[in-house]
């Protein structure tokens, strides 16, 4: 019987939970309405994404 074994990297979790929530406060402070808001959480939520592509068209890679 095999056994199966997770690894889980906390420290990136808790890297990308601090990222989400100073991103979160970042964007809904800059927004001027409700909805500007909650479109500032959704940019929060994906911040990492954003960072990747422009650092990869940035260094002219694809």
């Not at 402070?29 to 954003?50: C, D, E, N, S």
């Amino acid at each position: 019987m095999k056994q199966k074994i997770s690894e889980c990297n906390s420290t990136a979790s808790a890297v990308y939970g601090l990222g989400l929530i100073g991103a979160a406060i970042y964007f809904i402070a800059k927004a001027t309405g409700f909805w500007m808001g909650v479109l500032g959480f959704l940019k929060a939520i994906i911040w990492p994404v954003l960072l990747v592509y422009h650092a990869l068209k940035y260094l002219g890679v694809g």
